[in-house]
């Protein structure tokens, strides 16, 4: 397939210099033929002599990416790729030559690539034509979603169109991408149809979205008719949508003003959310909406609230505050971890400290709630959290291991999480993997 050159190439060779010292080292060695027992007991080694280093980190985490995109196989072969989706760009060699077999695994590769820019949508139709030959396209949806989501020209759009309706999901959705890339008027129906009777819900938030970003105030008026037969997320995709920029003033604030004004619960919260982002009139009365609910809502909505009330008005921060105090352990930990996300010019520093200690009491436990505050104080580079970290990589559970070596990362601490680039699950060797080479 025909990709795409992006970025500096300067940056690319001094990215290769750096790792040049290592890139064949025991630890590369080891993680580039799957090895992992090895790789464990010589990481190990290499810590405890203080003789691992980040661009070393760097470099085993990419011979681990590559050396799973290359064993990939079935039945789990597919899913270990796109688990790889978030780290495609410093992976594209390793993509593309996987992408040029003609199974399932080529498949996947393919659509990774071309969702994240890094192949041009005529080089994959043309690679999808070439597929099918040796392939039944009517049976094989995966190819056909591939294909379907290349298509996003105004030349592509009946047949754009015509996967709106196909039989499997996947291409359905496929086509609800490509509409969203396309930006075509003449989508505008099927998208509306798609919003309204798709059985898959990630088809129909899909088809939302695209037609909010299409805009326009037949857009808006449709999405008001579909509120009433949408379920809760379905509201809050018709909210978003109607704060896209073509619909916002094409009676989309108008919409979310009723909606703030008669809804209740997540929908009323999405559409203050979406009134306060896009601002201008109606977003005071939205802050009120969310105060409100932050105080008087059910937990889940409360929660919610919680992340989306703006920390720069004095209102919405003294009810965060006060929210800190609440009997319920959930509202009061997403309000200290709002706190500790939050810039500094924003909240005082003193209130910050606070919040930060709270959550370090919190993290020193083994809750679930425990693990999820070391993340919080991770993303926030309260490097305290460390040893907290450090702890999970022990962990028999593996979301707390793939949370330690994310949150390891944050920190900068590439050579601690790299022990769980030979951790026995793959899924937490390609979560760490990305995790560092995202952050090389």
């Known amino acids: 397939m025909h990709r795409v050159l992006h970025g500096s190439i300067l940056a ?13 080292s025991a630890s590369v060695r080891a993680a580039e033929a799957g090895r992992f027992d090895e790789l464990r007991r010589t990481l190990d080694d290499e810590l405890r002599r203080g003789a691992l280093g980040s661009d070393e980190a760097r470099a085993i985490a990419r011979a681990v990416a590559e050396g799973e995109i290359a064993r990939a196989a079935p039945p789990s072969g597919v899913e270990r790729l796109r688990e790889l989706r978030t780290c495609a760009r410093p992976l594209e060699d390793a993509l593309a030559e996987r992408a040029e077999g003609s199974d399932g695994m080529a498949t996947a590769a393919a659509m990774i ?7 041009e949508p005529a080089g994959v139709k043309r690679y999808a034509t070439d597929a099918a030959a040796g392939r039944n396209p009517g049976k094989d949806a995966a190819l056909r979603a591939l294909q379907t989501r290349a298509l996003i020209t105004a030349e592509d759009g009946a047949l754009r169109r015509a996967r709106m ?31 309204r009777l798709d059985p898959y819900p990630l088809a129909r938030t899909l088809a939302i979205r ?15 008719d579909i509120w009433v037969l949408s379920d809760e997320p379905g ?8 704060a896209a920029p073509r619909a916002i ?17 997540a929908p009323a919260i999405a559409a203050a959310r979406a009134l306060v982002r896009a601002g201008g009139d109606g977003a005071g009365e939205a802050v009120a909406v969310l105060i409100n609910a932050l105080r008087t809502s059910q937990s889940r909505d409360r929660i919610y609230a919680i992340l989306s009330v703006p920390l720069e008005d004095a209102a919405a921060r003294a009810a965060l505050l006060e929210a800190q105090r609440d009997a319920d352990d959930a509202v009061a930990f997403a309000a200290h971890a709002r706190y500790v996300d939050a810039p500094p ?13 709270w959550l370090m009491r919190l993290a020193s436990g083994t809750s679930t709630r425990a693990v999820l505050a070391r993340g919080v104080l991770a993303r926030a580079g309260v490097h305290a959290a460390v040893p907290l970290l450090e702890r999970d990589l022990r962990s028999q559970e593996i979301p707390v291991r793939e949370a330690a070596g994310t949150g390891l990362v944050e920190l900068g601490e590439l050579p601690r999480a790299a022990l769980l680039l030979a951790d026995a699950e793959a899924q937490v060797r390609t979560s760490v993997a990305c995790a560092i080479l995202g952050a090389s």
């Open 12 to 24: 690319g060779l001094l990215s290769l210099a750096a790792v040049a010292g290592c890139a064949r």
């Open 113 to 119: 690539l071309l969702e994240a820019g890094l192949t």
């Open 165 to 195: 309706l196909d039989g499997d999901q996947e291409v359905r959705a496929s086509a609800l991408r490509a509409a969203s890339a396309a930006a075509d008027p003449n989508d505008r129906g099927a998208l509306l149809e798609a919003a």
């Open 210 to 224: 695209a037609a909010g970003a299409l805009g326009g105030r037949e857009i808006v008026l449709a999405l008001r």
């Open 235 to 242: 509201r809050e995709a018709i909210a978003e949508a109607w």
């Open 249 to 265: 003033d094409a009676g989309g604030r108008a919409q979310l003003l009723w909606a703030i004004s008669t809804q209740r619960g």
């Open 345 to 357: 010019r924003v909240v005082a520093a003193r209130e910050r400290a606070a919040a930060v200690a």
